[in-house]
């Protein structure tokens, strides 16, 4: 059994920045592959990033690459999403996710998953 906690969310005005934080419970945090999506109103969930359990391994959306770097500190049982150059349309409820390999994470299959944290982007 694994627990998420996302944290960092907030309002930011377009070109800013914002981190966000996942903090996960368990033993095998370390065995998990990890990942974001996120979801606005009116809209369909949309896969944002992910990683393999060992962190060698990245995808990313393409509405977010060169935009977004997710990274994970094992040893703190953590993992981070670095939101650069934020736009409006970025604004959505963000969601922390984990599943035993990032194939299942880029088509929507979570195994746990957070309580989410709202990004708001002003223009």
């Given at each position: 059994?694994?627990?998420?906690v ?8 377009a ?18 592959a ?15 990033v ?27 049982n953590?993992?981070?999403?670095q ?41």
């Open positions: 059994q694994v627990e998420l996302e944290s960092g969310g907030g309002l930011v005005q070109g800013g920045s914002l981190r966000l934080s996942c903090a996960a419970s368990g033993r095998t945090f370390s065995s998990y990890m990942g974001w999506f996120r979801q606005a109103p009116g809209k369909e969930r949309e896969f944002v992910a990683i393999s359990s060992g962190g060698s391994v990245k995808y990313y959306g393409n509405s977010v690459k060169g935009r977004f770097t997710i990274s994970r500190d094992n040893a703190k953590t993992v981070y999403l939101m650069n150059s934020l736009k409006p349309e970025d604004t959505a409820v963000y969601y922390c996710a984990a599943a035993d390999s990032v194939r299942r994470l880029r088509i929507g299959e979570y195994d746990y998953w957070g309580q989410g944290t709202q990004v708001t982007v002003s223009s």
